[in-house]
Nanobody
Framework: QVQLVESGGGLVQAGGSLRLSCAAS????????MGWYRQTPGKQRELVAT???????KYGDSVKGRFTISRDRAKNTVYLQMNTLKPEDTAVYYC?????????????WGQGTQVTVSS
């Protein structure tokens, strides 16, 4: 069973920075992508950033220029550096890994880590 362990969430003032980490273990299939999504109560989970196996990166529009995703392949770990945080960045952040299992692509999720940005 794939395990995703997230860390780095917390409370920060607006304009501050946080760094999230997500370590994936028990990976026996190929990784297509790793990334981060976030969710607030009553809203759908939204893309924050993903990094594909070929190194290509996609960011959500609201975080472009402020957040940076990176990956340590050797450690199967993905990071999210969040700078110039805003109160609207407050959410539960979920780590995601998309695996290639035979002909299927399957998503796995972490338990989520709370990020709270105070004004």
């Amino acid at each position: 069973q794939v395990q995703l362990v997230e860390s780095g969430g917390g409370l920060v003032q607006a304009g501050g920075s946080l760094r999230l980490s997500c370590a994936a273990s028990r990976i026996i299939f190929s990784i297509n992508a790793m990334g981060w999504y976030r969710q607030t109560p009553g809203k759908q989970r939204e893309l924050v950033a993903t990094i594909n196996e070929d190194g290509s990166i996609k960011y959500g529009d609201s975080v472009k220029g402020r957040f940076t995703i990176s990956r340590d392949r050797a450690k199967n770990t993905v990071y999210l550096q969040m700078n110039t945080l805003k109160p609207e960045d407050t959410a539960v952040y979920y780590c995601n890994v998309n695996l290639q299992i035979l002909l299927d692509r399957r998503d796995y999720w972490g338990q989520g880590t709370q990020v709270t940005v105070s004004s």
